[in-house]
């Protein structure tokens, strides 16, 4: 005697539409993890309207050998900070705020930047850090 195996249907369970909206779950999750990043320190970062170039009111130069030069004049380091914040007051007559531009060689002790950041501050001045791009 032979018995034949009956062939019975396999139920199925069709995934295409889970697939898709295993999909679209996948890609919202990978675009939100991207976009909400919990390491980010919020900052408020200044806006332009169009590219400007700071006037150059007085300009103030550091050099390799730690020399600062007002304009194209060599000062004394002793007498900077008196003859900067004098040159600050003299550009107030014309300007409401004047503009101090430092250039600074790279090679240049930065805390004779900050300095000269703290003395136009100081006296109510804008500070620009002039670099190379």
Known sequence: MKFRKKHRKESEVFTDSLNDILFILLMFFLIVATLANPNVVPVGLPRGKKETKAKQDIMVSINKDQEYFIGSTKVDA??????????????KAFVDTPTVVINADTSAFYGGVFHVMGIAKKDTAKVVARVQQ
């Open 78 to 91: 002793a007498s900077f900070d008196s003859l900067l914040s004098l040159e600050i007051r003299k550009q």
